[in-house]
């Protein structure tokens, strides 16, 4: 076992559960055989109505348990969580994740190893497909169409990821934050932006930090396992609020983030995008005009924040226009609102969750 150097509990391991008492098992089984030990791991239940609560307390009662007499979303329940100490390293893992047993020890490694880097996460691995090696992801990246997806989402892992390397962000499935780095990009209490709910919160988190200069990174010899309920080929499958919550963060991502010198330097691609967007949102699925208007009504709101992280900024827009990708996966037909939620893999992949 590693022995942490910092303090006695140098890493808290936060969990986010709603209905699912099926998977609970495996994730926590998972954290209490890593190789670094000790953990705080703390389970935070948003409500769940099936048997979550029961099986916590009757077979893990060594793990602190936070009800929540209400589904607060993922970035609401995580931010209680965070508020409740003050360990120098917080995982953030997905109930629908296991990880392999020295994850969390390669993770640290990186964070004490690299002062600059204020998250890292592993080789993400689809569950379904243990036998094959399919890719979940590998991290998050952004293109100039300002569509933000995961990298290697459905490829088959033959090695092409192999080296650690530097990305945009960490997907929240499985990701290590360092507290000093949450500390330097909260906004007000919040580290995760609870106005999002669910869906893309970890994607403003990446850019926040990104913007005050923190690094991200991969590290490939940490591995781990991801059930990703909500994939590209599943929007038919998921409820019409969903689609909608999901396009609407992503123009919260824009309003907070955009530098609309990179914006007007990219205008083709993005405007393209969102024309054929918003035109199958009139003619097709009208609903989705609701995902703008809730959009809207956030404007003040989101407008407050960007001053924020304006004001703040430790890099430029030239510096960020580096981690825009020259062009997205191909693409064929017209693009719609759930298209756009469906590319970008549904990035926090977290309903299983919080929904």
């Not at 048997?51 to 209680?80: C, K, Y």
């Not at 981690?323 to 926090?348: D, F, H, I, K």
Request: glycine share 6%; with cysteine.
């Amino acid at each position: 076992m590693i022995a942490p150097t910092l303090n006695e509990r140098e890493v808290s391991v936060q969990v986010v559960n709603f209905n699912q008492a099926a998977l609970l098992t495996s994730c926590l089984s998972a954290l209490q055989a890593q190789t670094y030990q000790p953990l705080t791991i703390v389970v935070a239940d948003n409500a769940s109505q099936d048997r979550s609560v029961e099986l916590l307390r009757r077979e893990f009662p060594q793990i602190s348990l936070q009800t929540n007499d209400r589904n607060l979303g993922f970035g609401a329940a995580h931010n209680a969580l965070f508020r409740t100490h003050d360990a120098p390293y917080v995982l953030v893992l997905n109930v629908d994740v296991k990880i392999s047993p020295t994850y969390v020890q390669e993770l640290v490694r990186i964070l004490r190893d690299h002062p600059e880097v204020g998250m890292v996460q592993g080789k993400v691995l689809q569950w379904a497909e243990m036998s094959m090696k399919r890719i979940d992801n590998v991290g998050i990246r952004l293109h100039r169409n300002r569509r933000n997806d995961l990298i290697g989402y459905g490829e088959e892992d033959y090695g092409q990821y192999d080296e650690p390397m530097e990305v945009f962000g960490c997907d929240g499935a499985a990701v290590l934050y360092r507290r000093a780095m949450l500390e330097d990009i909260r906004q007000g209490d919040e580290y995760f932006d609870e106005a999002f709910f669910l869906f893309r919160e970890d994607v403003d988190l990446a850019w926040r930090a990104r913007w005050r200069g923190w690094h991200a990174r991969y590290q490939p010899s940490a591995i781990a396992w991801h059930i990703r309920r909500y994939k590209p080929g599943s929007r038919r499958r998921q409820a019409a609020w969903l689609r909608r919550l999901q396009l609407r963060n992503r123009y919260f991502l824009l309003v907070k983030h955009e530098s609309w010198r990179n914006l007007l330097r990219d205008a083709g691609p993005w405007a393209w995008f969102e024309l054929r967007a918003l035109a199958y949102a009139t003619f097709v699925e009208p609903h989705y005009w609701l995902a703008f208007g809730g959009a809207l009504r956030a404007l003040p709101v989101l407008l407050r924040k960007r001053r924020e992280i304006v004001v703040r900024r430790r890099v430029n827009a030239n510096t960020m226009r580096q981690w825009y990708a020259r062009a997205g996966p191909p693409m064929t037909g017209p693009v719609s609102p759930a298209m756009v939620n469906e590319e970008a893999g549904v990035l926090s992949g977290r309903i299983t969750e919080h929904a």
